[in-house]
């Protein structure tokens, strides 16, 4: 079993920057992908970003790539997400998932553990 507890979340304004955290407990963390999922209300939720559980490969959405990075500190069991020139359409809930597997999915039914969320809020 794999529990995850993500922070970082809050209000900043556009063109601002937040690094949200993802803490994982078990002894499986560092052979777990991770990625990072969001959802906005009346939205499906969407594919942010993905890390392997090596960090040799990262994968990013198309609307945050070059903006965001996912990193991981297998020696903290900590995943991370850096979020700079963030933009009003990045508000969402924020969800940090685990799946035990060499391979990094980008689709949320391909994950087996999930955090509660944090709230990441954008003004204008």
């Known amino acids: 079993q794999v529990q995850l507890v993500e922070s970082g979340g809050g209000l900043v304004q556009a063109g601002g920057s937040l690094r949200l955290s993802c803490a994982a407990s078990?002894?499986?963390?560092?052979?777990?992908?991770m990625g990072w999922f969001r959802q906005a209300p009346g939205k499906e939720r969407e594919f942010v970003a993905a890390i392997s559980w090596s960090a040799s490969n990262t994968y990013y959405a198309n609307s945050v790539s070059g903006r965001f990075t996912i990193s991981r500190d297998n020696a903290k069991n900590t995943v991370y997400l850096q979020m700079n020139s963030l933009k009003p359409e990045d508000t969402a809930v924020y969800y940090c998932a685990a799946v035990r597997s060499y391979l990094v999915p980008t689709t949320k039914g391909d994950y087996d553990y999930w955090g509660q969320g944090t709230q990441v809020t954008v003004s204008s």
């Open positions: 078990g002894r499986t963390f560092s052979s777990s992908a």
